[in-house]
């Protein structure tokens, strides 16, 4: 059984997804992965703090849509089962949907699959186009539609 940690900077977030669906959404990523007996964290929050996460985090002064935050530790006594935690902004997902003609729920869950394959230890910065492909063909197994 994996633990997901669910926080909303906003409750009005909550209207858009649900943590039920969340949790449904994350184990299934999980589950094809083969990843159990995982614990992760993730929060929903709004443009101001996702631009502050980014800026001090990254050093990028603007508004992303997800953050992953791996577990580096290298002490053997800590939780090896601790993936890390994932911020997704709400509002920049919301744009993003709209201009890729998706649905919110969709470009959430999308956001999520992206954030948990970090967390796993993949980069699409550094592995000509892996995790790409890797996150379209999880998304569409388990959704059954394409996402660009």
Not at 15 to 33: A, D, G, H, R
Not at 57 to 77: A, G, H
Not at 80 to 96: E, N, V
Request: proline content about 3%; some cysteine.
């Amino acid at each position: 059984m994996n633990t997901i940690d669910i926080n909303y900077e906003i409750d009005e977030f909550q209207n858009i997804i649900s943590q039920e669906e969340v949790t449904f959404w994350v184990e299934k990523i999980l589950s094809e992965l083969s990843c159990n007996n995982k614990i992760l964290s993730l929060y929903f929050t709004t443009d101001e703090i996702m631009k502050d996460l980014n800026k001090n985090y990254r050093k990028k002064d603007y508004i992303t849509d997800v953050l992953s935050f791996p577990n580096e530790t290298k002490d053997p006594f800590s939780d090896p089962s601790f993936l890390g935690d994932i911020a997704i902004c709400i509002p920049q997902a919301k744009r993003q949907a709209e201009e890729r003609k998706n649905d919110i729920i969709s470009e959430i869950k999308f956001l999520i699959l992206h954030g948990i394959l970090h967390l796993s230890g993949y980069d699409h910065e550094n592995d000509n186009g892996e995790m790409e492909k890797i996150e379209k063909d999880i998304y569409y197994k388990l959704t059954g539609e394409k996402i660009e």
